[in-house]
C-alpha cells in the first residue's frame, strides 16, 4: 500500500503550512506526488444592467487580483516545497468550498492520503478540529492525517494505533507503519469493556473468580492477536508494544496517547456510505477531536 499521491489543503494559513511541511516529508520518504488543493472564488461577470456595469466590472477586477494573487502564493509554495524536498508537486485551484474541494480532489486525483491542518483552541481540549478538517475526515474516500502543529516534522516517532482486529483497525496499523520512521515505537492499544460479565460485590466470590478467568483469557487472546498484527507488519527499525485496558476505546486511545508523548494515534473508520458517511464512528469522532497530536483515519 504504497503512498504514490498527496493532497493538501493549503488557505494559506498556518494550520496549512504545518499540513504542507508534513506531507513534503512524507511524499520524500515515499517517492509520492503532492497536489496542492486551494479553494476560493473563480470570478464571472455577472449580467447586470447597463447602469450597474461598472459596479459589476469593479467587483469582478477585485476578485480578479485576488485569485491572481492567491495564485502567486499557491505557486510560491509549491515551488518551495519541490526544492525542499525534490517530489513532484502541482497545484490545483477548485470553485467549491474547502471541505467539498478536498475530498473531490482527492477522489479526481486518486490520491492514498489527504493532509489538512488543524485549529488551536485552547489548553482545555488541546486543539478541535476546524470545520473544513471535520468535513473531509468524515467524507473523504482516501485515508486523512490532520496534521498538529507542533509535532515534529521529520517523522513519526511515537505512534498510538487503536485496534478491535476489524478491517479497518488492520488498515490503520498498516498506514502506521508506512508513516513511521526508522526506529519509531509503536504502541497497540486493545480495549475490553464488558460490564455485564463484571461481578458485583457480594455476590458468590466463585463467579468472581469466574469472572477473572475469563478477563485473563480475553486479554491473553488480545495480546496473541497484537503479536501476531506486529509480525504481520513488521518492518526493520520499529518497535511494537502491546497494551490491552479495561476501558472505552476513544478514553484509551488518547489516553495512552498523552501517556507516551504520541506524535500520532492511528485509528480505522466504518467506511460508511450514503447519508451516513456524515457521520464518523464514535471512536474515530472522539479520536479526531481530542487527541493531543495528529491524527489519522485510515480508509
Same mark, same amino acid.
Given at each position: ?104 480532489a482527492a477522489a479526481q486525483v486518486g ?60 488498515? =490503520?496499523? /498498516? %498506514?502506521?507503519? $508506512?508513516? +513511521?520512521?526508522?526506529? *519509531? #515505537? ?6 475490553? @469493556? ?27 487472546? =488480545?495480546? /496473541? %492477536?497484537?503479536? $501476531?498484527? +506486529?509480525?504481520?507488519? *513488521? #518492518? ?6 502491546? @497494551? ?23 485509528v480505522g473508520s466504518h467506511g460508511r456510505r450514503g447519508l451516513r ?6 471512536? *474515530? ?15
Amino acid at each position: 500500500m504504497a503512498l504514490k499521491k498527496l493532497v493538501v489543503g493549503m488557505d494559506f494559513s498556518p494550520g496549512a503550512e504545518v499540513a504542507a511541511r508534513r506531507a513534503g516529508e512524507i511524499a520524500a520518504r515515499h517517492g509520492a506526488e503532492i497536489v496542492l488543493v486551494h479553494a476560493t472564488t473563480v470570478p464571472q461577470r455577472p449580467e447586470v444592467p447597463a447602469s450597474m456595469a461598472a459596479t459589476a466590472d469593479a467587483l469582478v477586477k477585485v476578485l480578479d487580483d485576488r485569485l491572481a494573487s492567491e495564485r502567486g502564493e499557491l505557486g510560491a509554495v509549491r515551488e518551495r516545497l519541490a526544492a525542499e524536498t525534490g517530489v513532484t508537486v502541482s497545484t490545483l485551484v477548485v470553485d467549491e468550498y474547502p471541505d467539498d474541494a478536498l475530498v473531490d480532489a482527492a477522489a479526481q486525483v486518486g490520491a492514498d492520503l489527504v493532509v489538512t491542518g488543524s485549529r488551536e483552541k485552547g489548553r482545555l481540549r488541546r486543539w478541535l478540529l476546524g470545520s473544513t478538517a471535520e468535513h473531509v475526515v468524515r467524507r473523504a474516500d482516501a485515508s486523512v492525517l490532520v496534521a498538529r502543529a507542533g509535532d515534529p516534522d521529520h517523522g513519526f516517532g511515537r505512534i498510538v494505533v487503536g485496534t478491535d482486529f476489524s478491517p479497518g483497525a488492520t488498515l =490503520a496499523l /498498516a %498506514r502506521a507503519v $508506512e508513516l +513511521a520512521q526508522p526506529g *519509531a #515505537v509503536i504502541d497497540l492499544v486493545h480495549c475490553l @469493556h464488558h460490564p455485564m460479565f463484571r461481578p458485583v460485590p457480594g455476590v458468590d466470590p466463585v463467579l468472581a473468580d469466574d469472572y477473572k478467568a475469563f478477563l485473563a483469557q480475553l486479554v491473553a487472546d =488480545a495480546h /496473541a %492477536r497484537m503479536e $501476531e498484527a +506486529a509480525r504481520d507488519h *513488521a #518492518v526493520a527499525n520499529v518497535q511494537f508494544r502491546n @497494551h490491552v485496558v479495561e476501558d472505552q476505546p476513544r478514553e484509551a486511545v488518547c489516553d495512552l496517547a498523552e501517556k507516551v508523548n504520541a506524535d500520532l494515534v492511528a485509528v480505522g473508520s466504518h467506511g460508511r456510505r450514503g447519508l451516513r458517511r456524515l457521520v464518523l464512528g464514535s471512536v *474515530a469522532e472522539a479520536t479526531v477531536r481530542h487527541a493531543p497530536c495528529s491524527v489519522l483515519v485510515a480508509r
